[in-house]
T-cell receptor, first 114, second 115 residues
Framework: EPEVTQTPSHQVTQMGQEVILRCVPI?????FYWYRQILGQKVEFLVS????????KSEIFDDQFSVERPDGSNFTLKIRSTKLEDSAMYFC????????????FGNGTRLTVT | AQSVTQLDSHVSVSEGTPVLLRCNYS??????LFWYVQHPNKGLQLLLK??????LVKGINGFEAEFKKSETSFHLTKPSAHMSDAAEYFC?????????????FGAGTRLFVKA
């Protein structure tokens, strides 16, 4: 069964550094998402992406964040200047174009900002 | 407005007894509803989904959920808990609106299973 893959599985970075989290969605999916889960807390929506543009973003997704689909397969989340509170598990998801199709999640990237 | 409320942050059951994890939702559209499970240090796995074909939905690992529109509920059940069911469970609502699908998570219910 096709899977969403995320790399790296764990990223450690210093405060103020830029990080790029990478995702390869399922190939025939059209909707892409990033979610964040701070340790011990709920899964929070960050951003959705469709037709090469952001369709919706949450209050968390401020100017420090950006997403890109640089080619036909990758979907990236960039944090320009990381803060300690950006430490979390970041999940990428993709979805088919049916209202009934579920989100398929990657295994996540654990970001640790020191 | 779209929201999803999981009524219990923690549920503790004994192995072999029934499991009930409660979820209520609100949506201005006709939503699709899902349950996901997250085992410790793992990703999010789809348990089951409601697609409007049937109100009682069967998922993996013996879990079921019943969609009750009048109560705006989508509670997750299992007749007999197993130790391996100990995990975090998320109720998720998704609806289609201008600009695409919006999908949000409930706060999660942590299920503890006692031997």
């Amino acid at each position: 069964e096709p899977e969403v893959t995320q790399t790296p599985s764990h990223q450690v970075t210093q405060m103020g550094q830029e990080v790029i989290l990478r995702c390869v969605p399922i190939s025939n999916h059209l909707y892409f998402y990033w979610y964040r889960q701070i340790l011990g807390q709920k899964v929070e929506f960050l951003v959705s992406f469709y037709n090469n543009e952001i369709s919706e973003k949450s209050e968390i997704f401020d100017d420090q964040f950006s997403v890109e689909r640089p080619d036909g397969s990758n979907f990236t989340l960039k944090i320009r200047s990381t803060k300690l509170e950006d430490s979390a598990m970041y999940f990428c998801a993709s979805k088919g174009d049916s209202v009934n199709s579920p989100l398929h999640f990657g295994n996540g990237t654990r970001l640790t900002v020191t | 407005a779209q929201s999803v409320t999981q009524l219990d942050s923690h549920v503790s059951v004994s192995e072999g007894t029934p499991v009930l994890l409660r979820c209520n939702y609100s949506s201005s559209y006709s939503p699709s509803l899902f349950w996901y499970v997250q085992h410790p240090n793992k990703g999010l796995q789809l348990l089951l989904k409601y697609t409007s074909a049937a109100t009682l939905v069967k998922g993996i690992n013996g879990f079921e959920a019943e969609f009750k529109k009048s109560e705006t509920s989508f509670h997750l059940t299992k007749p007999s808990a197993h130790m391996s069911d100990a995990a975090e469970y998320f109720c998720v609502v998704s609806d289609l609106r201008a600009g695409g699908f919006k999908t949000i998570f409930g706060a999660g219910t942590r299920l503890f299973v006692k031997a």
